[in-house]
Nanobody, 115 residues
């Protein structure tokens, strides 16, 4: 079992910044791919960013150059630094951990960007 707890969401004006954190516990290590996904009202959940065991990263085109995903292995924590936020970034952000053959999800944290 793996537990994921997100924090750091909130309300911010366009152009502002937020930092999301995901604390993982249970049967997980730095060998596991972790990432952030988001779901806006009326839309499907979409990938935001993932970080692999070798610290390689993948970003959605819409967030490249603005968001940075990083890992703090000592605490099994994955962070998402979000800069230059736009109203279209408004969504519930979910942490994900891939511990084969399962995917685990956090409850989500709301990010709202006002124009």
């Amino acid at each position: 079992q793996v537990q994921l707890v997100e924090s750091g969401g909130g309300l911010v004006q366009a152009g502002g910044s937020l930092r999301l954190s995901c604390a993982a516990s249970g049967r997980i290590s730095s060998d596991n791919t972790m990432g952030w996904y988001r779901q806006a009202p009326g839309k499907q959940r979409e990938l935001v960013a993932v970080i692999n065991r070798d610290d390689s990263t993948t970003y959605a085109d819409s967030v490249k150059g603005r968001f940075t995903i990083s890992r703090a292995n000592a605490k099994n924590t994955v962070n998402l630094q979000m800069n230059s936020l736009k109203p279209e970034d408004t969504a519930v952000y979910h942490c994900n951990a891939n511990v084969a053959p399962f995917d685990y999800w956090g409850q989500g944290t709301q990010v709202t960007v006002s124009s």
